[in-house]
Structures are given as structure tokens and as C-alpha cells.
């Protein structure tokens, strides 16, 4: 999964590359350009998901910080 998305956001820059020549010429191919970005943003957050420590991020939710507040900062 992992090698498939990096392999995924590799063509990507290449077709950003390839339509960063023709954006300025015509409006289909800003259009295109920025649903190309758009799809490689969402792979790179999938790709950021998948490294994320899913196990901390679930303590982490359990055990929340504790909120302060103003009043703490005020007892002696």
C-alpha cells in the first residue's frame, strides 16, 4: 500500500511538470493542474496517515490533556 502510493504521488509530479508548461496557455489546463494538485495532496495525507502511529494517536484521545483554565493561574 504504501509503495503504491509513493509510486502514485511520483506520477503526479511528473504530470504537474508536464501541464506546469501549458497552465498559462489555457483554462482546461489550469483546471487540470489544479485537480492534479488536489489528487496529490490527498495522496500525500493518505501516505501521512499510514506512518502516523495509529496506536498513540488512540492514547492519546483516551487520556486527553488537562485543561487550564484562567481561573488556575489565579490560585495560590
Known amino acids: ?4 502510493l509513493i509510486k502514485s504521488i ?3 509530479e511528473e504530470q504537474l511538470a508536464k501541464l506546469k508548461e501549458h497552465v498559462d ?6 483546471e487540470l493542474y489544479n485537480k492534479v494538485v488536489l489528487e496529490k495532496a490527498i495522496l500525500k495525507k493518505q501516505l501521512d ?7 498513540a494517536d488512540k492514547v492519546r484521545y483516551l487520556f486527553p490533556r488537562k485543561k ?3 481561573c488556575d493561574y489565579f490560585k495560590k
Open 1 to 4: 500500500m504504501k509503495k503504491e
Open 10 to 12: 511520483k506520477e503526479k
Open 25 to 30: 496557455r489555457s483554462v482546461i489546463c489550469s
Open 49 to 55: 496517515d499510514l506512518e502516523r502511529n495509529k496506536f
Open 68 to 70: 487550564t483554565r484562567i
